[in-house]
């Protein structure tokens, strides 16, 4: 495996029934006290999959290195915990383009994450036409951990109360992770000639941020639901259109 590529699932190749934070002891606590939405949401513990392909990204089709493809990144809003495949924001986006999609987002990533997954797949030879690009919130810090082999996440869910934890969460140094990884997705877009369209999942009180946050109606009942992902798919197309199409 590209080491650039290493995410949090270890698993290839199979097909899941759940996948963090969409478990089944998950579900099993929300039946218990939001039995009727999951009943109004059509939400069961058979009728979400999760495909997984051998470099551990959720795509039901393995990636053809002999295509050209439009690259998704992002983190769990764009991995679609708690949504089935095909109701992840990109696919509403399929119609308007001739090109196959790749979803390269990582479920609990950081923006390194999105940094990783394009720079690894263009080392591997993917040719890529397009990147969309759900930016995962600035509250993120991604590491290596040569003792695990592992890229791993700091964020505020992960728990850690060390000193390094607290250096590497404070907000300018956050800031700067940020704004490094993305001018380097931003260098390598405008390297190879790759159109960039990105929209930031957090920018507090825009559209897709109230959405994202006010419609955790997933599975899972936190992440989005699928009315949401369609949203953000005409968001995205919207925003494409400005930046390249413009003119036409």
Request: aromatic fraction near 14%; hydrophobic fraction near 35%; include cysteine.
């Amino acid at each position: 495996m590209h080491i650039l590529l290493q995410n949090i699932l270890e698993c290839t190749n199979t097909t899941l029934d759940w996948c963090p934070s969409d478990s089944e002891e998950e579900f099993d606590r929300n039946f218990k006290v939001n039995r009727i939405q999951l009943e109004q949401l059509n939400w069961t513990k058979t009728n979400v999959k999760y495909s997984i392909d051998s470099f551990s990204f959720r795509n039901s089709e393995a990636v053809d290195f002999t295509k050209e493809y439009n690259i998704v990144l992002g983190c769990s809003h764009s991995f679609g915990i708690g949504v089935n495949e095909n109701d992840i924001w990109f696919n509403h986006l399929k119609p308007y383009f001739d090109e196959p999609f790749y979803n390269a987002a990582i479920a609990g990533g950081s923006i390194g994450g999105c940094y990783r997954s394009l720079q690894g797949f263009l080392d591997l030879g993917l040719k890529i036409k397009r990147v969309f690009m759900l930016t995962p919130d600035r509250g993120r810090h991604e590491y290596f951990d040569a003792k695990d082999n592992k890229w791993k996440v700091m964020a505020w869910w992960s728990g850690h109360k060390s000193l390094i934890t607290n250096i590497c969460l404070n907000e300018n140094y956050l800031n700067n992770f940020y704004q490094t990884n993305m001018m380097s997705i931003n260098y390598i877009c405008d390297k190879n000639n790759i159109e960039l369209t990105d929209i930031a999942s957090s920018n507090a009180g825009d559209d897709v941020d109230v959405a994202i946050c006010q419609s955790r109606k997933a599975r899972d009942l936190i992440h989005p639901g699928v009315d949401t992902h369609k949203f953000i798919g005409k968001k995205f197309y919207g925003e494409y259109c400005k930046r390249y199409r413009s003119s036409t």
